[in-house]
């Protein structure tokens, strides 16, 4: 009898040890190949946490270079700003080498405000128009409002730390105020750029290029903001990420 109790209590106590063992199995993240792997040896790329919604406040520089002239002749900003708010889409659930991703970045809202001021003869090499010194400098505000669409790359080295690059297609609606008069059409921008982020904040910069058919409003679009007129540019940026 007593050596009947003992081996049910030998029993019992294997069965309980086997069950709580499979219990903590299941509670482990498991390979293809069936074997577990400790939470603590994760990247952070393997989590569901990355943040991949972004807002980036903009300080950028923008050169305008009326159709016909050289690449040396034009006229840049004094200033400009922008936000700009979008999201990553991730092409595939687990990270290349458990830290990369490929992505379709799409920006959902893209404003941009630039402030031109320059002075005329100056830009005519020096040539003296025999003009008042303010008539001379001409007053130029750009407004814009885009999308952007185009692939990404992100990385995720070490930590939280986020590495990203990106090539987008960006329709426009450029506004451009000139010396008094106003004009405006479709623009057909590229944006070009990359960013380094550690968990919900980073800095970027990105080049923006392309050109604009400038339409002036109730005129015929032969003078004033009439003209294609292309754009070359940069944003370097405060990037929050969440």
Request: charged letters at 20%; proline letters at 2%.
């Amino acid at each position: 009898m007593r050596k009947s109790i003992c081996f049910f209590l030998v029993a019992l106590s294997f069965i309980s040890a086997k069950g709580y063992a499979q219990s903590v199995a299941d509670t482990q993240p498991q390979t293809d190949l069936g074997y577990t792997v400790s939470n603590s040896s994760l990247s952070y790329a393997d989590t569901e946490n990355l943040r991949k919604k972004y807002f980036h406040l903009s300080y950028s520089s923008t050169k305008l270079i009326p159709d016909g002239t050289g690449s040396d002749w034009g006229y840049r900003s004094k200033y400009g700003v922008s936000l700009t708010f979008g999201k990553s889409f991730y092409l595939h659930k687990t990270p290349i080498a458990r830290m990369l991703y490929f992505g379709i970045d799409a920006t959902w809202i893209d404003l941009t405000y630039t402030y031109y001021k320059y002075n005329l003869e100056d830009m005519l090499g020096g040539m003296d128009l025999g003009m008042d010194e303010e008539d001379m400098y001409i007053k130029d505000y750009q407004a814009e409002i885009a999308m952007q669409v185009g692939p990404s790359i992100h990385v995720y080295p070490v930590g939280k730390m986020h590495i990203e690059a990106y090539f987008r297609y960006a329709p426009t609606f450029s506004l451009l105020v000139e010396d008094g008069d106003f004009g405006g059409n479709y623009a057909t921008y590229f944006v070009s750029g990359g960013a380094v982020s550690y968990h919900c904040i980073g800095l970027g910069a990105e080049a923006r290029f392309g050109s604009c058919k400038y339409k002036s409003f109730g005129g015929d679009g032969e003078d004033g903001t009439g003209g294609k007129t292309k754009l070359r540019g940069y944003r370097v940026y405060l990037s929050f990420r969440f």
